[in-house]
Nanobody, 122 residues
Framework: QVQLVESGGGLVQAGGSLRLSCVAS????????MGWYRQAPGKQRELVAT???????NYADSAKGRFTISRDNAKNTVYLQMNSLKPEDTAVYYC????????????????WGHGTQVTVSS
């Protein structure tokens, strides 16, 4: 089996910083794109940032200039450094990854973590 586990969420004041981490573990053959999404109460889940296995990144407009996504391929880990946080960044942040498992048909599929809460107070 494959699982993604996020950590690093919490409560922070506006203007503060948080660093989220997500570790992929289990029967993994390879990992392609990894990313972060978020879902605020009453809203749809939205893209925050993605990073390919080669290091190419993509950011939502709301994240550009404030958030930085990175990954450590040796540790199967993706990070999200969030600076200059705003109350509107309050959401549950989910890790997402396209993984080829080392079992079964070995087809690439998308896996999700259970999420970590980020709350930014004004």
């Amino acid at each position: 089996q494959v699982q993604l586990v996020e950590s690093g969420g919490g409560l922070v004041q506006a203007g503060g910083s948080l660093r989220l981490s997500c570790v992929a573990s289990g029967s993994i053959l390879s990992i392609n794109t990894m990313g972060w999404y978020r879902q605020a109460p009453g809203k749809q889940r939205e893209l925050v940032a993605t990073i390919t296995s080669g290091g190419s990144t993509n950011y939502a407009d709301s994240a550009k200039g404030r958030f930085t996504i990175s990954r450590d391929n040796a540790k199967n880990t993706v990070y999200l450094q969030m600076n200059s946080l705003k109350p509107e960044d309050t959401a549950v942040y989910y890790c997402n990854s396209d993984i080829r498992p080392s079992y079964g048909l070995r087809n690439i599929r998308t896996y999700w973590g259970h999420g970590t809460q980020v709350t930014v107070s004004s």
